[in-house]
């Protein structure tokens, strides 16, 4: 069986720097996949690589077996891939649950017109996006904040709604960019209950960028540490903590967990 997604000797320079260095790993399906490693290492990079920011100068990224790059960026969501971003992105003046209602958009197949005329077939499909909203909001303990506009909400809640936008397309594989940062310790922990029921409830593969190691661990089935763009070392997160090369780039470095925008 071929691995849900698949870095196959991946390359991207930035003028002169090689910021993703001939990188290959490969995703199962099912799995809690986390890429950790200093700053400038080039895990934003990877990441952005996957949500089809950037085109690899040299190699090729696989979804199911087939090549991402084979489609326009546009169709991302169509292939199964959605994502969280470092620094939320939603819809400020809009609440909770229209919010969660625009992650469904991919799924229209209606067309405007029909819309207008409001045929029995919009009206069956707009049963089928609420209900699946009103599942992920169910899913996620989103019910209090349902009908409340994002402007006002903590930025924890927050960060879930955004969570809640990205699982409610149903995706594949979900790109989680950092979901720890800025939250407490207890909103941590929730993270990772989340975490760990959307992988057995909802039987999605995860892939995170993530700077807390003890999030890291306590959900990745396994981890890649990068540096300098490269692999330092690919295992359970134990193998990859203790591994001489990932002791080796930690030393001497200020992980304060300040990090840089996607
Ligand atoms: P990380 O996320 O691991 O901290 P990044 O992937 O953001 O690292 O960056 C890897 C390297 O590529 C860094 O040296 C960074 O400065 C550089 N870089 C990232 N994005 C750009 C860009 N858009 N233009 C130029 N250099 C970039
Ligand atoms: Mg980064």
Redesign the pocket.
Known sequence: MSPLLEFDNVTLR??G?V?VDRLSFQVAEGEVFAIV??????????FNLISRFYDPAEGDIRLSGESLLSHPPHDLARSGVARTFQNIELFDQATVLENLLVGRQRFRRSNIVSELLFTPFVRTEERVHRHAVEEVIDFLDLQHYRDKRIAGLPYGVRKVVELGRALATKPKLLLLDEPASGLSVEETRDMAFWIEDIKKQMGITVLM?EHDMHLVSSVSDRVLA?AD?HMLALGTPDEVQNHPKVLEAYLGVDDDGA??AA
Request: proline share 5%.
């Open positions: 930035f003028g720097l910021a490693g200093p700053n400038g290492a080039g895990k934003s990079t990877a960028v990068m763009g990090e840089d």
